[in-house]
């Protein structure tokens, strides 16, 4: 099955896509859907790297639980710094944390965990991967900052990934 699907999830979700998008559930859409959905990763299969290793699974619902709690209350601070305080008062700055993940997937989901989350922002990644560049819009300490990115994500990223 895997051989004839080498995506299954990737195929559901490209099927359901085409589906959803000539807003037709007729047997035409829905066969053509699937054999899209079959066809885009099977021509492309040999491209996709091997999948990352998932180490502690269960560690990810508590990640993603952590992850929408401060993407929420990061959008409550940041509304707030908008429409209460002056650009000059904010004191925004770049700050560099260093990274003891050394998996490219562990570092990808960091990246893009503290770029979803509002008020910061991934800008750079160092060329030995050993360090990431991130533009917060307020912080007063800056060594507070990357500790608490590096409990509240990096620790996690590095159970499930490594």
């Known amino acids: 099955m895997?051989?004839?699907?080498p995506q299954p999830i990737l195929s559901f979700v490209i099927a359901l896509v085409w589906v959803l998008l000539v807003n037709d559930v007729s047997a035409g859409?829905?066969?053509?859907?699937?054999?899209?959905?079959?066809?885009?990763?099977?021509?492309?299969?040999?491209?996709?790297?091997?999948p990352p290793r998932i180490r502690r699974p269960?560690?990810?619902?508590?990640y993603m639980s952590i992850?929408?709690?401060?993407?929420?209350?990061?959008?409550?601070?940041?509304?707030?710094w908008v429409l209460f305080r002056r650009g000059g008062s904010l004191k925004s700055r770049?700050?560099?944390?260093?990274?003891?993940?050394t998996t490219a997937e562990a570092i990808a989901a960091l990246a893009g965990t503290i770029t979803m989350t509002p008020?910061?922002?991934?800008?750079d990644l160092s060329a030995d991967g050993r360090s990431l560049l991130v533009h917060c819009l307020e912080t007063t300490d800056?060594?507070?900052?990357?500790?608490?990115?590096?409990?509240?994500?990096?620790?996690?990223?590095?159970?499930?990934?490594?």
């Open 142 to 162: 800056p060594d507070a900052t990357v500790a608490r990115i590096k409990e509240r994500y990096e620790r996690r990223l590095k159970e499930i990934f490594e």
């Open 58 to 62: 269960v560690v990810i619902i508590e």
């Open 29 to 50: 859409a829905v066969a053509f859907g699937i054999t899209l959905g079959w066809a885009i990763p099977k021509l492309t299969s040999r491209y996709w790297p091997s």
């Open 94 to 101: 770049f700050i560099s944390v260093p990274l003891d993940l």
């Open 119 to 123: 008020g910061t922002v991934s800008a």
């Open 2 to 5: 895997v051989r004839f699907f």
């Open 67 to 80: 992850v929408l709690v401060d993407i929420a209350v990061s959008n409550v601070r940041v509304a707030y």
